[in-house]
């Protein structure tokens, strides 16, 4: 599991996504999410806005990101 450090103290999931590496642009970011191709603590999430805070879990392709929070 690869941890994502944030420097605040929420992230919303589509920012996640770009700030993590797993695209380049908010529009794919949006598309992966509406598609129900990523996960949140183990559940699909389709809404582009979640709040991730420190400890949650995102999964996408057999990828697994922790948010860790400074």
Known sequence: MEQVEI???YIKL??????????????IAKSFILDGLVK????VEVQRGKKL???DIVEFE?????????
């Open 7 to 9: 420097t605040t103290e």
């Open 14 to 27: 589509d920012q996640f996504l770009k700030w993590s590496g797993v695209c380049d642009n908010g529009v």
């Open 40 to 43: 949140v603590n183990g559940n």
């Open 53 to 55: 805070r420190n400890g």
């Open 62 to 70: 057999n990828k697994k990101f922790e948010v860790i929070a400074k």
